[in-house]
């Protein structure tokens, strides 16, 4: 083709691409009315343009959204103007609080809501610290021991890695497991189906601002009770996804104290010094190594989350 035909093939094509209807280009300029949440006193009328909304009536959104958990709910708000106003409803967080914080009684969740959060729910559930129960905290821990020299001509070293898990209930009740097996497998155990063999062991524990006191009675001959303190925090507000361990002591207790009932444990070592201990034949010993910082992982990520590399691949975990 001569050139004539050439420039002319090129004009009608950049006109083509300007007429083209492109629908993002008009709303350059122009501010976009948010859509009015469910319950609202607007009798302004309006036409939502979303598929979902037009198809979904706003009671039946509003039911899906009361079964969802609380960070589900906070998934969802991030999907549209319409969902986030919605959720706001103190409905959704009123219930997900007094769940979360059940121990400290519906009178005192009310006084600490108004004196502390101006009587809202959501910025109650974001600010006060609360212990999570939709996963794990694990403690990664290694060390290093020395091998076996072969022919006097090596002398190797071991990596040894094992794990610390703890399972929160909003019961006050907490299940414990120290083991090598990664968190995909231990997940599995951690319930109050599991037996002695799998090495769970059940506690209670208490929880003070940011602190956290628990308890857990091992059984046998000598038991044994260990003691664990723990300071809440989070990587970003609400998030109560770390926590550091303060101290891990081992004590004795004696035949009475052992024999009466589990959730009594937490009240009979409590004003304990690290260094008491009840029985003779089981000295107190407070633990000084194995004390990484716990990291939370949700149920649905035990399966893809970095504790489960070996250490081949990760010898060193950074919590944050």
Not at 178 to 202: E, T
Not at 238 to 246: E, K, S, V, Y
Not at 262 to 275: F, N, S
């Amino acid at each position: 083709p001569s050139e004539v035909e050439l420039e002319s093939a090129l004009r009608l094509k950049t006109i083509q691409y300007f007429v083209t209807q492109r629908p993002w280009l008009d709303l350059y300029g122009k501010h976009v009315r948010p859509v009015a949440p469910f319950g609202s006193a607007s009798r302004r009328s309006y036409v939502d343009p979303a598929l979902i909304h037009r198809s979904l009536p706003d009671e039946l959104l509003f039911e899906v959204f009361v079964r969802m958990a609380p960070y589900d709910l906070g998934r969802a708000s991030c999907v549209c103007r319409k969902w986030r106003y919605t959720i706001r409803n103190p409905v959704f967080w009123r219930t997900a609080c007094l769940k979360a914080w059940q121990l400290s009684g519906l009178v005192e969740n009310y006084k600490i809501l108004q004196s502390k959060y101006e009587g809202s729910w959501r910025k109650m559930w974001l600010l006060r610290p609360r212990v999570r129960t939709d996963g794990l905290y694990v403690s990664r821990n290694t060390y290093i021991r020395a091998g076996v020299a072969e022919w006097k001509i090596t002398n190797p070293v071991h990596i040894v890695c094992y794990f610390r898990y703890l399972r929160f209930f909003p019961s006050g009740r907490f299940l414990y497991k120290n083991s090598s097996q990664k968190i995909k497998d231990a997940a599995k155990f951690m319930n109050f189906r599991a037996s002695k063999a799998d090495c769970v062991f059940g506690g209670h524990y208490t929880l003070s601002d940011n602190k956290v006191e628990a308890a857990v009675l091992y059984p046998g001959m000598r038991p044994t009770v260990l003691r664990i303190r723990l300071r809440l925090r989070g990587t970003t507000a609400g998030a109560n996804n770390r926590m550091d361990l303060l101290s891990l002591v081992t004590s004795g207790v004696d035949d009475n104290e052992a024999s009466g009932p589990e959730e009594d444990i937490l009240g009979v070592v409590e004003g304990w010094q690290d260094d008491e201990t009840h029985n003779p034949d089981v000295p107190a010993v407070s633990h000084k190594r194995g004390l990484t910082p716990f990291v939370f992982v949700p149920f649905e990520e035990v399966e893809t989350s970095d504790l489960n590399l070996p250490v081949e691949k990760m010898d060193y975990y950074v919590p944050g």
